[in-house]
Structure formats: structure tokens, C-alpha cells
């Protein structure tokens, strides 16, 4: 391999492309899961407790297999939904499967923080479960869930950069082969480089964006302010 830019140019687009699919897939799964599981907690808005104890312990089998487990373990369902178990889209199934259980308690940390208050007046008024939930809890939580995410979206860099070294490709597969097996030093220090950059830009960007929605660090105006 002469040419290390490109290779890392071509490493770094996979790690890209499994981590943002992987990443929008887990936000649609893990906010629901997460707002399930506060809204059916007892003293939730939709207390069902069979429901949510169930629920609760699915998400922490999940959360405990360790991913390289998980990623040899569900090789039947990633060859069932893509037809192979080798390469980036492969690797986008168990990366998917890791990380939804982590969204959710992520999601349900975020929404018990909301204040009470504002949800009993919500209640008060006669809003439904669902009204209450993306009216107030969502909105509210807003700054939280986008640090969570934030947190998530950089777990699974850190699981796609495992799956390349099993196959998945990306900066983990560039990483095992060439800067490992081949003992290429400058190969390893180059994805490791690449990784550190997108893992500083999205902890950057997410803070941005949380600062952006915490209704909490505007201006405190004087009582008598117009």
C-alpha cells in the first residue's frame, strides 16, 4: 500500500458511512424505547410496570454483551437483513443492535430530568400521554438528548472501528491489516489520528448544538424588563 492518504481517505468515508447510517437508525429505535420506558415506570404518564420491567431488562442485556460478542453472536440475523456478514453495510446491523439499548437509557436519563412541575401542569390540563410527551418531555429534554447522542454517535465510531477489524472494513480494518499485520507503523498512527479528529468534531458539534437548545444559558432578565 503506497498510497496512505488515499487509504485513509477510503477508510475514513466507510467509518462515515457505518457510523451516520448506524446512527440515524439507533435514534429512531432508542427514542421511543427511551420514552417507553420512563412513560410506563410507576408514576409515569402510561404506568405499566410488566411493561416497563421487561423493557428494562432487555436494555440491560444489551448494554451487558460485549460488542464483539454480540457481532459474532447475531451473524444470522446481519446475513438475514443484508445477505452477507462481511462489510460496512454488514457491519451497520450490529452496530444498530449494540447500540439502541445505549440510546435508550440515554433518552430516559434526559427525560427525568424534566421538572416535575411542568409535566403535572401538562397532566392538569387534561394533555394526553403522547401530547405530554412531545409537547413537554421531548422539547424540554432537548439539550440532554442532544449530549447523549453525541455520546452515542461516538460509542458506535468506536464499535465501527471494532467491526473493521473483523471484516466490517473502515479505519479498524485499515488499522488491523496494514498497521498491525503488516507492521506499518505510519498506517496506525494514521487512523488513529483520524479517529481522535472525528471524535473531537463530534463532541464540539454536539456541545454546540446543546448550547443552541438550553433555554437555560440565555440572558436572566430583571423582574421590571419590558
Known amino acids: 500500500m503506497g498510497d496512505l492518504p488515499r487509504a485513509l481517505g477510503v477508510a475514513t468515508l466507510e467509518t ?19 420514552v417507553l420506558l420512563v412513560a410506563t415506570d410507576r408514576g409515569g404518564l402510561w404506568p405499566v410496570p410488566a411493561l416497563n420491567r421487561t423493557l428494562g431488562t432487555l436494555v440491560n442485556v444489551g448494554r451487558s ?10 451473524v444470522p440475523l446481519t446475513r438475514l437483513v443484508v445477505g452477507t456478514t462481511i462489510g460496512t453495510t454488514a457491519a451497520i446491523v450490529p452496530l444498530v443492535v449494540a447500540a439502541i439499548p445505549f440510546m435508550g437509557r440515554v433518552v430516559e436519563q434526559a427525560l427525568r430530568e424534566v421538572d416535575a412541575g411542568r409535566v403535572e401542569a401538562a397532566v392538569a390540563m387534561g394533555s394526553t400521554p403522547l401530547r405530554i410527551s412531545l409537547r413537554v418531555l421531548l422539547p424540554e429534554s432537548l439539550p440532554s438528548l442532544v449530549r447523549g447522542t453525541a455520546l452515542v454517535v461516538i460509542s458506535l465510531l468506536g464499535y465501527s472501528a471494532m467491526a473493521g477489524a473483523v471484516g466490517g472494513g473502515g479505519l479498524g480494518d485499515l488499522a488491523v491489516k496494514y498497521g498491525y499485520m503488516r507492521f506499518r507503523v505510519d ?24 448550547s443552541r437548545f438550553d433555554h437555560s444559558r440565555s440572558p436572566v432578565l430583571p423582574p421590571d424588563h419590558p
Open 65 to 74: 454483551i460485549p460488542f464483539i460478542i454480540l457481532m459474532v453472536a447475531i
Open 16 to 34: 462515515l458511512y457505518m457510523t451516520s447510517v448506524a446512527s440515524v437508525l439507533v435514534a429512531l429505535a432508542g427514542l421511543p424505547l427511551g
Open 187 to 210: 498506517v496506525m498512527w494514521g487512523c488513529l489520528a483520524v479517529l481522535l479528529v472525528l471524535v473531537q468534531l463530534l463532541q464540539w458539534l454536539g456541545e454546540r448544538l446543546a
